[in-house]
Structure formats: structure tokens, C-alpha cells
């Protein structure tokens, strides 16, 4: 019997890319020729929808800017078995899709991440190069080291993890987001090393190496305080209790020589920050309970998502 080939969508999420954008469709179009082509056109201000229209891609846009919206339209309109997401700055490797498309479907995993290798001095900024492995490094301590470059923009993925993927974030956080969730649901992932160069001269980058550098720490943060609210409300009641007791022991051995306490407000204080640190930890539990299942429930409606592609 025969088997019906897999649709593949390739999604290019765009924001002022008309420099670029017509060499990526024309590249994925060589690369994947049975491949359907979204260009999402994000608010650009140039002719990034009119030149992607040209080159043969269905173009969409977003109104509201920011690449997780973007992310977060394109995984709710698009209907597909494989989803290839990459940037609309021709920096990827086109012809890496077909082998993570392969490894997708031998291996039976859920998202293939492309790890940049630079084949050129400019590929990388230093700030982004440094951000990136400390972010990535960040994750990957408290979420599990299964990841070595977190920030990439391209990844091949099922569509079962797609459709099964919140997309809360709204900016340049969705990568995070989308290996976090990979990670919290234990989903089989797997990595792979692709060329990465600098952009086509005349095309500039969006991303700010110390505002969207800070933007996806605070977002990390919020992440484990959502993801891990025991770890996160238990270091807010260690510090807590630990500021008590820190100003509890010299106004505990003033008690034991004279037998007064004379600083009333500060015996308030110790009070205060001690049942402070309580009322976290107990939150931290009620919370933990409630991730517990809230992430259950998440499992559970990623195993119900069908599965149309053949597994090799």
C-alpha cells in the first residue's frame, strides 16, 4: 500500500525583509520543491510581502508586531504534518531542511533544532554570541541541558508539538518558550549543526543585543516561577527567613544579657519577613500542585494530537 507523502509548510515570519526574503523562499523552494511556502509579513514598512508574493509564497500578515504573534498565527492557521520555521533574513541553510526533515521522521522526535555554525566572521555579533550561550546555559540548568543554542530560528517540528504549543510569548521570547515547553513535556527533541551567515548587505537585524537580551531573561524568570513554583517560591522564603534571622541573632543576644528587647520594631520586622517566608513556601506548594496538573492535562492533550505522517 502506498503511503501519502507528508505536507510540509515552511514559515518564515518576516518584519521589513524585502532585502532578503526572495533569496529564502527561492531557497526553500530548491530545497523542499514539494513544500508549501508561508511568508508571514509582520508590519513591514518595505516591500517584504509584494517580493515574497513574487518569489511564489503564500503570504499573510500579522498586525500585531512581535515575532511570538507572528509564531502564534502562523501555528494556528497553518495545517501541516512537518512545520519548518525559519527567519526571513537568509542567514539559515536551506538545503540542512530536508536532512532535519529526515532525522524527524527516522528518529520519531518532535522538533529538530538547527545549531549555528558561523561561516562567517560577521555570522555573529560578540553580544549575541555571549547572550546566547548564557541564556542557553541559564535554561539548560534549570529546565534540563537538553539544548546548546536556544535562540535558534530555525527548527523543523511535528505537528503534534506545534499544535499542542501554547505560544503565549510576543516577541523575540518565543524560542525560549518553545524549547522550555519541549522540555517541560519531555518531548524526544534533537539537535543539529547547520551553517549560519552574516546577512545580505543592505538587510539589518531587529534584535537588541541588551533589550531583547533582558526581555528573554525577565521572560525565563516568569517561566520558572510558572513552570517551577516550588524552586522559585522556596528561594523567596529561604532569603526571607534567612534576612529574619540574620537580624533576629543580634537582637537575640541583646535579650539574653539584659533581658529587654529594645528594638521593638525590629523584633516586628523579624516577625513579618519570618511569616513572609511561610506564606511563600506555602504558596510555592498550593502552586506546584496546580503546575503539576496544569502540565498534565498539557501532556495529555499533546498525546491526543494526530499524528499524519509516516514513522519510519
Same mark, same amino acid.
Given at each position: 500500500m502506498s503511503q501519502t507523502a507528508p505536507f510540509i509548510a515552511v514559515l518564515i515570519p518576516c518584519h521589513n525583509e524585502a532585502v532578503a526574503i526572495g533569496k529564502v523562499v &527561492?531557497?526553500? !523552494?530548491? #530545497?523542499?520543491? %514539494? #513544500?508549501?511556502i508561508f511568508a508571514y509579513d509582520n508590519c513591514s514598512t518595505d516591500d517584504t510581502a509584494r517580493v515574497a508574493r513574487e518569489h511564489g509564497a503564500v503570504v499573510r500578515s500579522e498586525p500585531q508586531k512581535g515575532k511570538g504573534n507572528v509564531v502564534r498565527r502562523m501555528f494556528a492557521d497553518v495545517e501541516a504534518d512537518i512545520y519548518v520555521m525559519v527567519d526571513g533574513d537568509d542567514t539559515y541553510d536551506a538545503?540542512?531542511?530536508? $536532512? +532535519?526533515? &529526515?532525522?524527524?521522521?527516522? @528518529?520519531? $522526535? &518532535? +522538533?529538530?533544532? *538547527?545549531?549555528? @555554525? @558561523?561561516?562567517?566572521? *560577521?555570522?555573529? !555579533? =560578540?553580544g549575541h554570541r555571549f547572550g546566547n550561550w548564557l541564556l542557553t546555559s541559564l535554561v539548560a540548568y534549570i529546565f534540563g541541558n537538553r539544548s546548546r543554542d536556544m535562540l535558534s530560528g530555525y527548527r523543523v517540528m511535528? =505537528? =503534534?508539538?506545534?499544535?499542542?504549543?501554547?505560544?503565549?510569548?510576543?516577541?523575540?521570547?518565543?524560542?525560549t518558550e518553545l524549547t522550555v515547553h519541549a522540555l517541560q513535556l519531555r518531548c524526544p527533541i534533537v539537535e543539529r549543526r547547520t551553517a549560519y551567515k552574516e546577512r545580505p548587505p543592505g538587510s539589518s537585524s531587529k534584535l537588541s543585543t541588551y533589550r531583547d537580551g533582558y526581555r528573554i531573561l525577565k521572560y525565563i524568570a516568569l517561566l520558572v516561577k510558572e513552570e517551577l513554583p516550588l524552586a522559585f517560591f522556596g528561594v523567596v522564603a529561604g532569603l526571607l527567613v534567612l534576612s529574619a534571622v540574620l537580624l533576629a541573632v543580634p537582637l537575640w543576644l541583646t535579650y539574653l544579657e539584659t533581658h529587654l528587647v529594645p528594638r521593638l520594631p525590629t523584633a516586628v520586622l523579624i516577625v513579618g519577613l519570618f511569616v513572609s517566608g511561610l506564606l511563600s513556601l506555602v504558596c510555592g506548594? $498550593?502552586?506546584?500542585?496546580?503546575? !503539576?496538573?496544569?502540565? %498534565? +492535562?498539557? !501532556?495529555?492533550?499533546?498525546?491526543?494530537?494526530?499524528?499524519?505522517?509516516?514513522r519510519r
Open positions: &527561492d531557497n526553500f !523552494r530548491a #530545497a523542499l520543491p %514539494e #513544500a508549501t538545503s540542512a531542511a530536508p $536532512v +532535519m526533515i &529526515d532525522i524527524l521522521l527516522t @528518529e520519531s $522526535v &518532535d +522538533m529538530v533544532t *538547527a545549531i549555528r @555554525e @558561523e561561516s562567517g566572521s *560577521a555570522a555573529y !555579533r =560578540r511535528s =505537528r =503534534r508539538f506545534v499544535k499542542s504549543f501554547p505560544s503565549l510569548s510576543s516577541g523575540f521570547e518565543i524560542e506548594l $498550593v502552586l506546584a500542585t496546580v503546575t !503539576r496538573a496544569r502540565n %498534565e +492535562m498539557k !501532556r495529555l492533550f499533546y498525546l491526543t494530537q494526530s499524528i499524519r505522517l509516516p
